[in-house]
């Protein structure tokens, strides 16, 4: 079992430009949920796809916006990047009767 | 609405020493509670969980938390410091409802152990 998978690991944007990062859930699972990480913080929710539909959504701007697949895996769309979005960016991935979530080890995206 | 406060931002404890790491909760329904360590450039990797089950709660890599209603807290804590414990450890709360499972983390508290 490969776990929760992320790609890519690093990432280095400009100001303006528009990204995209990946994630495959755990084997078995249908949720996933999408965290930035900013340096010396906790992680903050940004959204949560089931069944290819955003069920909960955190307090991020529409710049965010995300898209999960009908098998499971998902990307997260941030637009008009600001130097303030460089983060880790954490997918995790539950089943639908296990409050466990598991963690992909991250992208690291870098705003310059 | 959930969330978890984490006292102290940075712990240094002595190889072989006692670990306690502090998390107080807030939550209009009885919660779900977590204890995540995340190692340098990492992901997030689940320690123990409470789910309304036994009081104590062990975990992995010999930590346990005991849930207090009565203090709202959920302390981590750990017998004998191992410097591989190095690491930070983030304390989270689940927001359920409708089958979500949206987790509220604290700010995280940093381990040190010295040698």
């Known amino acids: 079992d490969a776990g929760v998978t992320q790609s890519p690991t690093h990432l280095i944007k400009t100001r303006g430009q528009q990204v995209t990062l990946r994630c495959s859930p755990k084997?078995?699972?249908?949720?996933v949920s999408w965290y930035q990480q900013a340096l010396g913080q906790g992680p903050q929710f940004i959204f949560q796809?089931?069944?290819?539909?955003?069920?909960q959504r955190g307090n991020f701007p529409d710049r965010f916006s995300g898209h999960q697949f009908p098998n499971y895996s998902s990307e997260l769309n941030v637009n008009a990047l600001l130097l303030g979005d460089s983060a880790l960016y954490l997918c995790?991935?539950?089943?639908?009767?296990?409050?466990?979530?598991?963690f992909g080890q991250g992208t690291r995206l870098t705003v310059v | 609405a959930q969330s978890v406060t984490q006292l102290g931002s940075h712990v240094s404890v002595s190889e072989g020493a006692l670990v306690l790491l502090r998390c107080n909760y807030s939550?209009?329904?009885?919660?779900?509670l977590f204890w995540y360590v995340q190692y340098p450039n990492q992901g997030l990797q689940l320690l123990l969980k409470?789910?309304?089950?036994?009081?104590l709660v062990k975990g992995i890599n010999g930590f346990e938390a005991e849930f207090k209603k009565s203090e709202t807290s959920f302390h981590l804590t750990k017998p004998s410091a191992h410097m591989s414990d190095a690491a930070e450890y983030f304390c989270?709360?689940?927001?359920?409802?409708?089958?979500?499972?949206?987790?509220?983390f604290g700010k995280g508290t940093k381990l040190s152990v010295i040698p």
């Open positions: 989270a709360v689940i927001r359920s409802g409708a089958g979500s499972y949206q987790l509220t």
């Open positions: 409470y789910t309304s089950a036994a009081t």
């Open positions: 796809y089931y069944e290819e539909e955003e069920r």
């Open positions: 939550s209009s329904v009885p919660p779900y």
């Open positions: 995790a991935s539950n089943g639908r009767v296990n409050t466990e979530a598991f």
């Open positions: 084997s078995g699972h249908d949720t």
